[in-house]
């Protein structure tokens, strides 16, 4: 069974940094994309940052404009993800999920989410 087993999050100053980690598990044979979203209290999650795995566009990241220059998607080698959140405001506070788009072996293509952690920034 493919899983996300998220990391990190908890309570920061406005200004401060957080990082969010995120790994797989399970027998999977191709990873699309993996990112993160996140969700308010009221809101629809909404997306904040991905970086595509399949040649030809692995590496390429995108970011929400909310935070493009403050936050950093990354990945390494063992396809753990990883959110760097730096110059961090109150209004990112939320509940961030890892995400990935990923076909296990097999089965089909299918997205996946982490079980959420909670960032909170204090003014």
């Known amino acids: 069974q493919v899983r996300l087993v998220e990391s990190g999050g908890g309570l920061a100053q406005a200004g401060g940094s957080l990082r969010l980690s995120c790994t797989p598990t399970?027998?999977?044979?191709?990873?699309?994309?993996m990112g993160w979203h996140r969700q308010t209290p009221g809101n629809q999650r909404e997306p904040v940052a991905t970086?595509?795995?399949?040649?030809?566009?692995?590496?390429?990241t995108q970011y929400a404009d909310s935070v493009k220059g403050r936050f950093t998607v990354s990945r390494d080698t063992k396809n753990t993800v990883y959110l760097q959140m730096n110059s961090l405001k109150p209004e990112d506070t939320a509940v961030y999920y890892c995400?990935?788009?990923?076909?296990?072996?097999?089965?089909?293509?299918?997205?996946?989410w982490g079980q959420g952690t909670q960032v909170t920034v204090s003014s």
């Open positions: 970086i595509a795995s399949l040649v030809g566009t692995d590496g390429i």
């Open positions: 995400t990935m788009y990923a076909m296990p072996s097999g089965g089909g293509w299918g997205d996946y």
């Open positions: 399970g027998n999977i044979a191709m990873i699309n994309a």
